[in-house]
C-alpha cells in the first residue's frame, strides 16, 4: 500500500514506524525539518520525507497523492488536518484519516458529513483513551477490557497473581472445546504467546481470555481476584484532555478528584466541568503529602494522566504504597512501557498505540468492525465479518493452515457469542475474534475477503 502521513508530530512518527516495519510503502510530509531527520537519520525506517506545508496542493501531487491508498493527517493542528484529508480525496487518495480535536466530530450521527467531505474516518486519540481507561474502573480487577458487538463477547487481559487457581495446567485441559472461555494471548516477561493446546500459566504472566459476559464471574473466580473492590471513587493526577474527556464521560456511580499543578488550568477545568461528583483541587499530585491530604485512601483508583511519563510512572507507585489496588498511567514514552509494565503499574494507557489502531483497521481488505493493540503486549486484535464465499466458510478451523502467531478467539452469530475451538465452522455474516502478534493481522485477512483471483481459484481446489 501507498501511504501518507502528514505530520511528524508523536502519532505520526509512531505510524510511520510501524508501517515501514510492515513494508509499507510510506511517505511522511512535515514542514519541520529536525522531526524528519529524526525518523531518517536513525536508518532503521523504510520510508521518504518531504518538508514542505503538507496542505499545499503541489506538496500533495509531489508525495504521490494520486496514487495513495491512505492519506492520514496527525499535525497539531485539527483544521488543517481537515483541510489536508478534503485535499488529498479530492486529488485521488482512496481513503483518508483526520485527527482532531472536538470531541463533537466523532460521534456516529456526524459520521455522513464529513464523509461527504471526503474524510473517510476521524481519530480523537485522547477520546479513545478516555474510554479505555473508563472501561478499566469499570472492571477493576482487569488490566485491559474490550467489548464485542456490545458484550456479546469480551476480551479481559488479566494480571495473574498468587490466587489465581490455573497455575501449571496444560490449556487443552484448562480449557477444553465445551469450555465457556478461550485464553489466546499471554505476555510473559518480554515474550508474547499466542499459545497451543501444551502451554501453561505462570505466576505474572497476563493471560488474554475471550469469553461471554455471563462468564466473567467465572473467570475472575479462577484468577482469584474476588476481593478486588469495585471502584465508585476515582482519583486523577493532571487536568489535561484526557481527564476533561474521562470527566465528561463519567457515569453516575463514580465521583472523581482531580489534582491539578496549575492555577489557571483549575479555573478552566471548573468552568468546563459542571458536576457535583468532580472536584478539582489546585496541588502537586507528585507530593505523596498532598495525595494523603486529599484523602486518597478512601479512593479505590487513582490514575496519572500528565504529559510527564516519569512522573506518571512514579505517582501511581506512589499511590499503590499508599492503598490504592486500581491504578492507571498515560505512558507516553513506548521505551517505559515494559519498565512500568515490569514495575506492576497496573493499566497502562498510550495514545499513540490507540491511534495506530485505528489507522490499522482502514489498512486491511477484509470487512474489520474494530481493531486494538494490546498495548503492552506485542499483538492485535480485530473483528472481522466473514463474507459470503470467503476461503474462511471453506472448512472447520482445525483443517485451516493459520499462520504462525494467529488465534481465532470466538465468533459472534446472529448477536450471540460463542468461544471457538477446533471443531468451529465460521459461516458467512459471522463475526470473528482474531488475536495475532505483529503483522499476523494483515496476513489473514484475506481469509475473510470475497474471493478474487487467486483466492478464487484456492476455493476451487477446495470445493
Known amino acids: 500500500m501507498k501511504i501518507i502521513i502528514a505530520g511528524a508530530g508523536a502519532v505520526g512518527t509512531h505510524l510511520a514506524q510501524l508501517l515501514s ?5 510510506t511517505v511522511v510530509i512535515d514542514e519541520s525539518q529536525e522531526k524528519t531527520d529524526a525518523l531518517t537519520d536513525s536508518g532503521n525506517y523504510d520510508l521518504m520525507t518531504i518538508n514542505m506545508a503538507p496542505s499545499s496542493i503541489a506538496t500533495q501531487k509531489s508525495a504521490g497523492v494520486q496514487k495513495a491508498d491512505l492519506f492520514i493527517a496527525v499535525t497539531p493542528d485539527e483544521a488543517r488536518n481537515i483541510t489536508c ?52 474502573l469499570k472492571h477493576s480487577w482487569v488490566r485491559q477490557y474490550w467489548e464485542f458487538h456490545d458484550g456479546a463477547l469480551i476480551m479481559m487481559g488479566i494480571k495473574l497473581r498468587e490466587g489465581a487457581r490455573i497455575y501449571d495446567v496444560p490449556l487443552r485441559e484448562l480449557c477444553p472445546p465445551d469450555a465457556p472461555y478461550h485464553i489466546v494471548t499471554i505476555k510473559r516477561d518480554d515474550q508474547t504467546i499466542i499459545p497451543g493446546g ?7 504472566d497476563i493471560a488474554y481470555f475471550v469469553t ?68 478539582v483541587i489546585h496541588g502537586d499530585g507528585r507530593d505523596t503529602g498532598t495525595l494523603v491530604d486529599e484523602g486518597i485512601r478512601k479512593f479505590q483508583a487513582f490514575a496519572a494522566l500528565t504529559p510527564e511519563t516519569e512522573t506518571n510512572i512514579l505517582a501511581c507507585l506512589a499511590a499503590k504504597r499508599l492503598g490504592v489496588r486500581k491504578t492507571v498511567a498515560l505512558v507516553e514514552n513506548m ?34 468492525t474494530s481493531m486494538k493493540s494490546l498495548t503492552i503486549a506485542n499483538a492485535d486484535v480485530a473483528e472481522f465479518v466473514a463474507l459470503e464465499g470467503s476461503l474462511i466458510t471453506k472448512s472447520a478451523i482445525r483443517d485451516m493452515r493459520l499462520p504462525k502467531g494467529v488465534a481465532f478467539g470466538g465468533l459472534i452469530r446472529q448477536g450471540i457469542g460463542v468461544p ?44
Open 335 to 368: 521505551d517505559y512501557v515494559n519498565m512500568a509494565e515490569k514495575l506492576d503499574i497496573g493499566t497502562i494507557i498510550n495514545k499513540k498505540v490507540i491511534a495506530a489502531s485505528h489507522i490499522h483497521q482502514m489498512m486491511l481488505d477484509a470487512d474489520v
Open 420 to 463: 471457538i475451538n477446533g471443531n468451529s465452522h465460521i459461516q458467512a455474516g459471522d463475526s470473528v475474534v482474531v488475536f495475532a502478534t505483529e503483522g499476523g493481522i494483515k496476513k489473514i485477512d484475506y481469509l475473510f475477503r470475497q474471493p478474487t483471483g487467486a483466492i478464487s481459484s484456492i476455493i476451487d481446489r477446495l470445493k
Open 85 to 136: 484529508c478534503m485535499l488529498a480525496h479530492t486529488l485521488g487518495a482512496k481513503k483518508t484519516v483526520a485527527r482532531v480535536d472536538n470531541a463533537e466530530y466523532v460521534q456516529p450521527q456526524y459520521a455522513e458529513i464529513f464523509h461527504r467531505m471526503g474524510i473517510d474516518s476521524l481519530i480523537y486519540p485522547e477520546v479513545l483513551a478516555a474510554q479505555e481507561i473508563l472501561e478499566g
Open 212 to 279: 461471554t459476559r455471563r462468564c466473567t464471574s467465572l473467570i475472575r473466580e479462577l484468577v482469584g481476584k474476588e476481593d478486588y473492590p469495585d471502584v465508585n471513587r476515582v482519583m486523577i493526577m493532571g487536568g489535561g484532555r484526557i481527564s476533561v474527556q474521562l470527566a465528561r464521560m463519567k457515569p453516575d456511580w463514580l465521583s472523581m478528584k482531580i489534582v491539578e499543578r496549575s492555577e489557571e488550568r483549575c479555573y478552566q477545568l471548573n468552568e468546563l466541568l459542571e458536576d457535583d461528583e468532580i472536584v
Open 198 to 204: 501444551n502451554d501453561v500459566l505462570r505466576l505474572g
Open 21 to 25: 516495519r510492515d513494508n509499507q510503502d
